[in-house]
């Protein structure tokens, strides 16, 4: 059940939740303009017919494969990578995370407008919030968002300061990839930057032998859809600091805290990567898996 049991069916719970409702489409519906009001993270928006098919079915089959993987051969995350660099004044943060979830899963947690995914078992608490979100515009899995998010730092390990941030963000379902800029952000005279989910297919070598695949579709064919997919997530930040924090030792403070504070939402999506895949499965997930081994059961005999 992992460390956290209550957490991991809450989690695992409101994930399938918001999983559901990315399926369904509704009817046709032109694209938005900005929306009327701003609304909080404990309502969802109104939804619209996708322009695209969202394989639910699909997901369910990668998450029982993560599930029953995980109770042989327990996966492990490796530790973010991170790279910084500096060009007049404006730092570049790199980042890149492989997350053991299908890419649909980690961007998903990604953009939840109703919740956060970014917790810290160690001292209980969320390391990033959403509070407000206004819909500016929406085309099919192509939205433009304005939100507010509330980040903790942590200030010399004494107290946590939540940091609130304004940003302007796009999303795109279809692609999963995202980019955001700021509309306020303390301290910061530049705060934007772009994000992409992208799959791994971490079996293809143990399943797929010498034929390693160059599409979810000829893996799937290759590994006998038993090969699970992971995701790796790419981050690229840059921000800038307002005088005089641009100055040491202001500028090495607040640039070493800005990279450990990215790092540690990094380590904790894993960690709900990890919850996820050891919270007991939902009935209909059950029902699935039984079909799947039923199947595979036939197979076997011919």
Same mark, same amino acid.
């Given at each position: 059940?992992?460390?956290f049991?209550?957490?991991? !069916?809450?989690?695992?719970?409101?994930t399938?939740?918001l $999983?559901?409702?990315?399926?369904?489409g !509704?009817?046709?519906?032109?694209?938005?303009?900005v929306?009327e009001?701003?609304? *909080?993270?404990?309502a969802? /928006?109104?939804?619209?017919?996708?322009?695209?098919v969202?394989?639910e079915?699909?997901e369910?089959?990668?998450?029982?494969l993560?599930y029953? @993987?995980e109770?042989?051969?327990?996966?492990?995350?490796?530790?973010?990578? +991170?790279?910084?660099?500096t060009?007049?004044?404006?730092?570049?943060?790199?980042?890149e995370v492989?997350?053991? /979830?299908?890419?649909e899963? &980690?961007?998903?947690?990604?953009?939840?407008?109703?919740? #956060?995914?970014f917790?810290?078992?160690?001292?209980?608490r969320d $390391?990033?919030k *959403?509070?407000?979100r206004?819909v500016? &515009?929406e085309?099919?899995?192509?939205?433009?968002?304005?939100v507010?998010?509330?980040?903790?730092?942590?200030?010399l390990?004494l &107290?946590?300061i939540?940091?609130?941030l304004?940003?302007i963000?796009e @999303?795109?379902e279809? =692609? $999963?990839?995202g980019?955001?800029?700021?509309e306020k952000v303390?301290?910061?005279? +530049?705060?934007?930057?772009?994000?992409? +989910?992208?799959?791994?297919?971490? =079996?293809?070598?143990?399943l797929c032998?010498? %034929?390693l695949?160059k599409?979810?579709?000829?893996?799937k064919?290759c590994?006998g859809?038993?090969?699970?997919?992971a995701s790796?997530?790419?981050?690229n930040?840059?921000?800038?600091l307002y005088?005089?924090?641009?100055?040491?030792?202001?500028?090495?403070?607040? %640039?070493?805290?800005?990279i450990k504070?990215s790092?540690n939402?990094l380590?904790?999506?894993?960690?709900?990567?990890?919850?996820? %895949?050891?919270?007991?499965?939902p009935?209909?997930y059950?029902?699935?898996?039984a079909?799947?081994n #039923? %199947?595979n059961?036939?197979n076997?005999i011919?």
């Amino acid at each position: 059940m992992g460390i956290f049991p209550g957490f991991g !069916s809450w989690i695992s719970k409101n994930t399938q939740q918001l $999983l559901k409702a990315e399926s369904k489409g !509704s009817e046709n519906v032109e694209s938005k303009s900005v929306s009327e009001k701003d609304t *909080n993270y404990n309502a969802p /928006a109104n939804k619209k017919k996708k322009e695209y098919v969202y394989d639910e079915k699909q997901e369910m089959i990668e998450h029982i494969l993560w599930y029953d @993987e995980e109770k042989k051969h327990p996966w492990h995350s490796p530790p973010p990578n +991170v790279k910084v660099t500096t060009k007049k004044g404006v730092y570049h943060m790199n980042l890149e995370v492989t997350i053991g /979830a299908a890419p649909e899963k &980690t961007f998903l947690w990604l953009t939840d407008p109703w919740g #956060s995914s970014f917790l810290d078992e160690k001292k209980w608490r969320d $390391l990033m919030k *959403n509070v407000k979100r206004k819909v500016l &515009t929406e085309d099919g899995p192509r939205r433009v968002i304005k939100v507010k998010k509330i980040v903790v730092h942590d200030f010399l390990s004494l &107290t946590s300061i939540p940091i609130p941030l304004h940003l302007i963000v796009e @999303e795109n379902e279809k =692609d $999963l990839t995202g980019k955001y800029k700021k509309e306020k952000v303390m301290l910061m005279k +530049v705060f934007q930057g772009n994000f992409k +989910v992208e799959p791994i297919y971490i =079996d293809q070598e143990r399943l797929c032998k010498k %034929r390693l695949p160059k599409s979810r579709e000829e893996y799937k064919e290759c590994s006998g859809g038993q090969g699970k997919i992971a995701s790796k997530l790419t981050v690229n930040q840059y921000f800038e600091l307002y005088p005089p924090f641009n100055l040491p030792p202001l500028s090495w403070y607040i %640039r070493g805290n800005t990279i450990k504070t990215s790092k540690n939402l990094l380590k904790a999506l894993q960690n709900t990567a990890k919850s996820i %895949r050891t919270v007991d499965l939902p009935e209909e997930y059950k029902e699935l898996r039984a079909k799947m081994n #039923s %199947r595979n059961k036939a197979n076997s005999i011919f």
